[in-house]
């Protein structure tokens, strides 16, 4: 089997590397890939948002089965351009079709999937320019702080948590006015749940699905939570309070309501499914779903999967996922993002990286990295992700944190307090 993987980041890298372990598995490719994913496969130079590079790549390299790691080619319907092209119809592609993939691309459509389908959530109400006067009545029915979210995808920058009123007028109608682009054309306000998020995971062939481990991971660039929204920080498997009791929680309030919501709509959706839910007193809630594994997340649960997760994908691409089994590690598993300066602002590309050589004990997957001249440098905010195993939460991020500091680039930043809530 020749497996593609679209995208080029600490995600793509993961799956890569776990699927190269894969006796069934002839030759993974990666498009684009980056630094890391050379080590695990084959680096293709293509643009997953270029459907016509990637059909040629996918009939040049004969490949057997297509895994799309990031969400703009699933919402802009990649899968739909596979089923309704002669030559690739038949070549399974691991992520939902542009209608199921609506999930992560609206806001405004999960929310009203999440509310038909009674699955708990927030309160919210959505608005677009027409509705802009009735948005300061409905704020005033909310305590604060106010979640605004553009409805869109916005690359990670499109929710705000404003505790002031008057700001949050002023945000939606920026949003409205073009703030985020298109992404901003509607706006969903969201009542404020207090809690302590994780995100939990499924891979379905649209029937049945198994359920991947639990993580946890941080967003804000700054210690204790603070700071600026990046694209994740690090990341902790498993999750100390979604024991089994709650697991069972989210099974039956949020996983199977919503395969049978997707069963009911009409939706066939085959892929993973990333649940980002909220903790709210012992009780999950849905704070959004994304149709592809999560970044960092992805760099934690991949490497807790002991059994084969080729497996896994055939049986998305067979439809017999129900007959596959999946063995966890029941290590714990960290990471920890080391990222360009100034991130998530503006920060500079091309800086030389050393200390690759000197990592022990760890995985490194690479995020923002490329070669140049024969040097690896960085190319994005998020740069590499220091990936552990330990018999504690604590051992494991010994580990990760010990390599972290072996690692040097111009301008490298990274937090020193992952898992501090748990």
């Known amino acids: 089997m020749n497996i593609l993987i679209l995208g080029s980041g600490g995600r793509e890298h993961a799956l890569a590397w776990k699927l190269a372990q894969s006796n069934k598995v002839d030759r993974v490719f990666i498009g684009p890939g980056n630094a890391g994913t050379i080590d695990a496969g084959t680096n293709l130079k293509l643009d997953p948002m270029n459907f016509p590079e990637v059909k040629k790549a996918t009939l040049e390299n004969k490949i057997d089965i297509v895994i799309v790691g990031p969400e703009a080619p699933l919402v802009g319907g990649i899968h739909d351009f596979f089923l309704n092209d002669s030559e690739l119809k038949d070549i399974p592609v691991v992520g939902p079709d542009s209608s199921a993939a609506r999930l992560e691309g609206s806001k405004d459509f999960a929310?009203?999937?999440?509310?038909?389908?009674?699955?708990p959530t927030a309160a919210y109400k959505s608005f677009d320019r027409s509705s802009l006067p009735e948005v300061t009545g409905f704020l005033r029915t909310l305590n604060p702080p106010y979640?605004?979210?553009?409805d869109g995808l916005a690359a990670g920058k499109g929710v705000l948590i404003i505790d002031d009123?008057?700001?949050?007028?002023?945000?939606?109608?920026?949003?409205?006015n073009g703030k985020f682009g298109t992404a901003g054309q509607k706006v969903v306000i969201e009542q404020f749940l207090s809690g302590i998020e994780l995100s939990v995971f499924i891979i379905t062939d649209g029937v049945s699905y198994k359920l991947l481990p639990v993580a946890k991971d941080y967003k804000r660039v700054g210690e204790g939570d603070t700071g600026l929204n990046t694209g994740g920080m690090g990341a902790v498997s498993p999750v100390s309070f979604a024991d089994s009791a709650f697991m069972e929680k989210v099974k039956n309030r949020i996983i199977e309501p919503t395969m049978k919501g997707l069963s009911e709509d009409g939706m066939v959706y085959k892929g993973f499914i990333f649940f980002g839910l909220i903790n709210v007193n012992g009780d999950p809630y849905v704070i959004e779903y994304n149709a592809r594994l999560g970044d960092p997340e992805s760099e934690v649960i991949i490497p807790r999967v002991k059994s084969d997760l080729f497996d896994l994908i055939d049986g998305v691409a067979k439809g017999d996922l129900a007959g596959r089994n999946i063995e966890i590690d029941g290590r714990f598993v960290t990471t920890v993002m080391l990222v360009s300066g100034g991130y998530p602002g503006?920060?500079?590309?091309?800086k030389s990286i050393q200390g690759l050589d000197l990592i022990k004990n760890s995985v490194l997957f690479h995020s923002g990295t490329k070669n140049a001249g024969g040097k690896v440098v960085t190319s994005g905010g998020r740069v590499l992700a220091v990936t552990s195993w330990g018999n504690t939460k604590e051992e494991a991020l010994e580990i990760s944190y010990r390599n972290a500091g072996l690692i040097d680039f111009e301008g490298i930043s990274f937090r020193t307090d992952i898992g501090f809530d748990l």
């Open 346 to 350: 503006d920060y500079e590309k091309g």
């Open 111 to 119: 929310k009203d999937f999440l509310t038909r389908h009674k699955i």
């Open 147 to 150: 979640v605004i979210k553009a």
């Open 165 to 176: 009123i008057n700001e949050a007028e002023k945000e939606v109608e920026a949003i409205l």
